[in-house]
């Protein structure tokens, strides 16, 4: 794994990156009072997913990198979760909402496997 040469050569970014897409694109149709609420903390949660991961790829040290990529996966979870709360609360279809669930398992699926192949 450490050979890759820059972070964007990591599958895990790449489909973080498809995620932060898929987020933006999901939270668009949030009600407008969300804009600072539910629609920021989901952005939010969505851009740190691949930027903790260029962040740690960045780093020298494995360890930290390790730690970089729990940060990432702290994001997933808020994401599912945030997403979750947007279905309930009938912004996105669930129909819609899976699918984004779905890609944000694959990505979480990926940093695991990364930080078990560092450790």
Request: one cysteine or more; hydrophobic letters at 45%; aromatic letters at 8%.
């Amino acid at each position: 794994t450490m050979a890759v040469r820059n972070y964007t050569e990591l599958v895990a970014w790449q489909k973080a990156m498809d995620l932060v897409e898929d987020v933006y694109l999901l939270s668009a149709s949030f009600p407008r009072e969300e804009l600072y609420g539910l629609t920021g903390q989901l952005r939010r949660a969505a851009v740190s997913v691949p930027t903790n991961i260029a962040e740690g790829q960045g780093r020298r040290n494995t360890g930290e990198f390790i730690q970089f990529l729990g940060v990432a996966h702290g994001s997933l979870c808020e994401i599912e979760t945030q997403v979750r709360i947007a279905a309930r609360l009938k912004f996105v279809a669930q129909s819609e909402a899976d699918i984004v669930l779905g890609l944000s398992a694959e990505v979480g699926r990926i940093i695991y496997g990364l930080r078990n192949s560092l450790s």
